[in-house]
């Protein structure tokens, strides 16, 4: 019997103390040379733990930039394989679950984790209903194939999914608004707003509302959420950063379904 899925979550997350390496003049002029020969801008990404270009990353990893997952309409977890076909998406009641490459787990109980790790902002996600409501504002997405065990602990057997979003930008002013329509009495809507603090901080409130009706008969398969995304940045000296993060969703509507094949 369909059920009723409600559940809220709550983030928060502190970068404190982010040092940037220093080069030598060489160094840097060789590396933009080098830039430039290519024709090609540099993707940069975290997936060890440190910035560095997609090129010079030693582990096996595909980038989903905020474009891209805008294109291939990605609103939750399950969209994610629509797009990445190395990712494989199904669903336990409420609890996802994640496979890359065809290794994972099926287990959904509260007391067993994921075995592909599944990651906001470097913070490991406790519970795999989290990641829902993720699909907003995002710099991108990582995903990392194979076991990653080394940066990412004993649940990442499978690999390790990253999602990125996009941080406080000093003395800007900006944002972003977005709204679309679906079959399945469908709306979708989202938007950003990016506000300077003085000359060294800044803050950005981000949210999105999703609705649509399920796909099967019953009800079911539908998908109903909300959420919202706070941070603040400030930069009291140029080797010191400090980000607070808070993020907030609420999900509702029948939940996962199922359809039972009867030949006869």
Known sequence: MPCKVLKANLFAG?????????????????????????????????????????QDASVSIDVLGSDDLQKGGVYQIEDLQRIEPTVQVGMGGSAVQVYIRGSGDFVTTSYHDSAVSLNYDGVAAGRTQYVNGMFFDLERVEILKGPQGTLYGRN????????????????????????????YSGFTTEGAVNIPLGENSAL???AQIVTRDGYISDGTNDDKHES?????LVEPSEDVSLRLGGHYQHFGGRGTGMVVYNPE
């Open 14 to 54: 502190v970068a404190l103390a982010v040092f940037t390496p220093v080069y030598s003049s060489a160094q840097e002029a060789d590396s933009d040379a080098s830039q430039a020969r290519s024709g090609f801008d540099v993707i940069t990404v975290t997936a060890q733990r440190r910035e560095e270009s997609l």
């Open 204 to 206: 950005r409130a981000s």
């Open 156 to 183: 990442a057997i499978g690999g390790a999914v990253n999602f990125i979003p996009v941080t406080p930008k000093l003395g800007e002013f900006s944002g972003y608004g977005a709204f679309g329509v679906q079959n």
């Open 228 to 232: 919202l995304r706070l941070q603040y």
